[in-house]
Nanobody
């Protein structure tokens, strides 16, 4: 059973930084792609950043230049470095993994950015 566990969320002032971590229970080599989604109150869940098994990355336009996704295959970890945070980045952030044909989700970690 694949499990994803996030950590690293919290409260930060606008302009600050946080790094989210996602620990996978198995080898992340198994995943076709891994990523981070977020969901703010009253809004749909949206893809923030994604990284494929080949290391190709993709970002939501509003976070480009501020967020960086990375993976450590040896540690089975995926990270999201978030810099220059804005109040509109406030949301629950979810780690996501895809192994055809299934999607896997973490439990979520709250990120709150105060103005």
């Amino acid at each position: 059973q694949v499990q994803l566990v996030e950590s690293g969320g919290g409260l930060v002032q606008a302009g600050g930084s946080l790094r989210l971590s996602c620990a996978a229970s198995g080898s992340i080599f198994s995943f076709n792609a891994m990523g981070w989604y977020r969901q703010a109150p009253g809004k749909q869940r949206e893809l923030v950043a994604r990284i494929t098994s080949d290391g190709i990355t993709d970002y939501l336009d509003s976070v480009k230049g501020r967020f960086t996704i990375s993976r450590d295959n040896a540690k089975n970890m995926v990270y999201l470095q978030m810099n220059t945070l804005k109040p509109e980045d406030t949301a629950v952030y979810y780690c996501h993994g895809y192994i055809f044909p299934r999607n896997y989700w973490g439990q979520g970690t709250q990120v709150t950015v105060s103005s």
